[in-house]
C-alpha cells in the first residue's frame, strides 16, 4: 500500500506545528541515504521518523537506526511502515527535550555513530547546534533542511550569507551542500525548498584557546554588519580603539574590514590574539 493511502486510512492529519512534510519518493530517499555515506557498518540516528519513509531507506542501509518521532498519532502508522525491519528502533519522544548524552548513553552505546534526517523546520538551528556543538559522537549529520538555511552553513566569507552560524559550525566541521530538493518533493508541499546538507564533523580542524571567548568573539563579528571590526571589538570588549586596531595588525588586518570579510582561520586568530591579552 502507498504511503500517503495508509496515512489516510489512519485519518492522519498533518500538525503544520510539528514541521511535517513528508518525502515519499523512494528513489530520491535511497539517493539521500546513498549520499549520506552510510555503510552497514553505521548506527544511524533518525530525528522525526514521520512515516517511516527516510526510516526504511536508512535501516536498508545501516547496520542500525534508532528513530525518534514526537507525534504518538504516529506511532501505529510507523509499526506497519516499519514491519519488516529488524534493525530499527522508533523512539516516540521530543528529542530536543533529551541531553544528547542521554541519547548516547541510552541509544548508540556511547559510541560514533550518524545522524540522517528531514529535520522539521522550526527547530532547524537548535537542532543542529545541539548535535555540533554538544557532541563528541556524532560523525556526521545529512540533514534535508530549508535551502536558506543550507546556503548559510556552507557560506564563504564576505557572503550575505555568511554569519555567526556558519562559522560556529564550519569551525569543526566540513559542510556541503549536495541537493537541492523542490517543495514540490514533499508531501503536503511547503513554501520553502530544502536542500540536502552534509556536515562531517573535524573537531580538530583549528586550535580555540578558549571556546567561551570564540563565542563572544564571532557574535562580536557580526554584531553590526554595517559597521567596521574595529568599533565592534570596541563596544564588545571595552578596549580602545588604537589596541582594537593593533589586534588586527599582529594578525594581518587592515584597520577597516569588517568582521564578515573574516574567514573561520582569522576568526580563530582574532579570538586566540584576544586571550593572549586576556581581553574576555
Ligand atoms: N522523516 C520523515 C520524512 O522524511 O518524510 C518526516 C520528516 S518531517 C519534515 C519532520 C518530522 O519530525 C515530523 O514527523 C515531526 O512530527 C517530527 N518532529 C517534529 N519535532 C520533533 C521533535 N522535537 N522530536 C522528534 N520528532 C519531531
Known amino acids: 500500500m502507498q504511503i ?16 511535517q512534510n513528508f518525502l515519499t519518493d523512494e528513489q530520491l530517499l535511497d539517493e539521500i541515504v546513498q549520499l549520506s555515506g552510510i555503510t552497514k557498518e553505521d548506527v544511524v540516528l533518525e530525528i522525526g521518523a514521520g512515516a ?5 531507506s536508512i535501516c536498508r542501509a545501516a547496520k542500525r537506526v534508532v528513530a525518534f518521532e514526537i507525534d504518538r498519532n504516529l506511532q501505529s502508522i510507523l509499526a506497519i511502515t516499519l514491519a519488516n525491519y529488524n534493525n530499527c528502533e522508533v523512539v516516540m519522544a521530543d528529542v530536543m527535550k533529551q541531553e544528547v ?19 522539521p523546520y522550526y527547530i532547524t538551528t537548535p537542532l543542529i547546534m545541539k548535535f555540533v556543538e554538544g557532541s563528541d559522537k556524532v ?6 533542511i530549508q535551502k536558506e538555511v543550507a546556503q548559510r552553513l ?20 566540513d559542510v556541503s551542500l549536495i541537493k537541492v530538493l523542490d517543495r514540490t518533493l514533499f ?16 573537531r580538530n580542524k583549528h586550535n580555540i584557546d578558549d571556546i567561551k571567548l570564540f563565542g563572544k568573539t564571532t557574535r562580536c ?43 573561520v582561520e582569522k576568526m580563530v586568530e582574532l579570538s586566540n590574539v584576544l586571550a593572549s591579552k586576556n581581553i574576555r
Open 101 to 119: 548524552s542521554a541519547i548516547e548513553k541510552q541509544y548508540t552505546d556511547n559510541k560514533p555513530y550518524k545522524v540522517v534526517a528531514n529535520i
Open 52 to 56: 517511516g519513509t527516510l526510516t526504511g
Open 221 to 263: 563579528a557580526f554584531a553590526m554588519r554595517r559597521k567596521t571590526l574595529v568599533n565592534n571589538l570596541v563596544n564588545t570588549f571595552g578596549i580602545d580603539r588604537v589596541v582594537a586596531e593593533n589586534i588586527l595588525a599582529d594578525i594581518d588586518l587592515p584597520s577597516n574590514i569588517r568582521g564578515e570579510s573574516l574567514s
Open 4 to 19: 500517503k493511502d495508509i496515512l489516510k486510512q489512519h485519518n492522519f492529519r498533518f500538525n503544520k506545528q510539528f514541521g
Open 187 to 202: 508531501y503536503p508541499v511547503p513554501n520553502v525548498d530544502s536542500a540536502v546538507i552534509n556536515i562531517k564533523m573535524n
Open 154 to 173: 556552507c557560506a564563504k566569507e564576505n557572503t550575505k550569507d555568511y554569519g555567526a552560524i556558519t562559522v560556529a559550525v564550519q569551525v569543526v566541521a
Open 139 to 144: 560523525a556526521s549529520l545529512t540533514l534535508t
